[in-house]
């Protein structure tokens, strides 16, 4: 009796799909799942994604309302700054949120978004002056008057220590926003799951 031998092969075919890591919320009501590597955003005003399929896509900033991470780590907003449409990028949000971005000559931009003073550039100047062969730099911190203002109801303790960086920024935005103690409530808001913050 011959014994034969059989060798059955399965062959999976699939389509490498891209795993979806943001929610891109349109301002034409359309959600998109894509995926969005922000440590390598460098265009603020125009945003690149890989869909479903993998395939890049481009979408511009003035049709976006908002991009959220799955996880809300990373929250993009499109806002208007300078007659110009921007994705920011929140990195408080509370009563008072702080934002970032930078514009289309690549310049780094800070602002302060707060209910009764609306969008506030936060900045800072430098001037060069000259004097007996020897040059001095002169920062004027702006962006600290600011503050006091936009916080005058309860002011964060260190607020003249604040340097113009993510990190300190957003340790006194965090600090005011608890310390103000402000009531937020949920209301509808189809955007954005269906929920937003509203003061």
Do not use: W
């Not at 990373?74 to 009563?95: A, H, N, R, T, W």
């Not at 609306?118 to 062969?133: C, D, F, H, I, R």
Request: charged share 20%.
């Amino acid at each position: 009796m011959k014994k034969f031998i059989f060798f059955a092969a399965v062959v999976f075919s699939f389509t490498l799909h891209a795993q979806s890591n943001v929610i891109i919320y349109q301002k034409n009501g359309k959600n998109i799942p894509a995926s969005v590597k922000f440590e390598q955003i460098s265009n603020y005003q125009n945003l690149k994604y890989a869909d479903e399929n993998g395939n890049t896509q481009s979408i511009v900033a003035s049709q976006i309302d908002s991009v959220v991470s799955n996880s809300r780590k990373f929250i993009l907003k499109s806002k208007s700054f300078e007659d110009q449409i921007y994705l920011m990028k929140l990195l408080v949000g509370g009563y008072s949120n702080l934002y970032f971005f930078k514009d289309k000559y690549r310049k780094p931009h800070y602002i302060a978004e707060h209910p009764s003073y609306g969008m506030q550039e936060l900045v800072q100047t430098s001037t060069k002056a000259n004097s007996s062969g020897k040059t001095y730099n002169n920062q004027t911190k702006i962006y600290l008057g600011t503050l006091s203002i936009l916080f005058g109801d309860c002011k964060p303790e260190k607020l003249g220590h604040t340097s113009l960086s993510n990190k300190s920024l957003s340790a006194v935005f965090i600090s005011y926003n608890v310390k103000s103690n402000k009531v937020m409530l949920l209301t509808k808001f189809q955007k954005i799951q269906n929920y937003a913050l509203r003061f």
